[in-house]
């Protein structure tokens, strides 16, 4: 079993920065593919990015290129979101996720999934 806390979820003003940290404890994350995940009220959940297990494969939403960056640290059993440039249409809950298999953008591929974190952009 894997438990994933996120935070660093705050209310931040449009065209500002966040970053976003998922802490893993019970295992090692790294045989797992980690993921982030949003879901604005009303819609469904949808990828932000993906990395592969060795790091070297990533998978970003289109909405998000070029804004977000995923990175992990598996010595340290921790994942972040760097969030740029941030706009109103980024307010979602954000999830963290991991799965043994590889970067997907699908929700069903992934086994365990955090609680949430709040991130809300508005001025």
């Known amino acids: 079993q894997v438990q994933l806390v996120e935070s660093g979820g705050d209310l931040v003003q449009p065209g500002g920065s966040l970053r976003l940290s998922c802490t893993a404890t019970g295992r090692t994350i790294g045989s797992y593919s980690m993921a982030w995940f949003r879901q604005a009220v009303g819609k469904e959940r949808e990828l932000v990015a993906a990395v592969s297990w060795s790091g070297r494969n990533t998978n970003y939403g289109d909405s998000v290129k070029g804004r977000f960056s995923i990175s992990r640290d598996n010595a340290r059993n921790t994942v972040w979101l760097q969030m740029n440039n941030l706009k109103p249409e980024d307010t979602a809950v954000y999830y963290c996720?991991?799965?043994?298999?590889?970067?997907?953008?699908?929700?069903?591929?992934?086994?365990?999934w955090g609680q949430g974190t709040q991130v809300t952009v508005s001025s």
């Open positions: 996720a991991a799965t043994y298999l590889g970067a997907s953008a699908a929700t069903t591929e992934y086994d365990y």
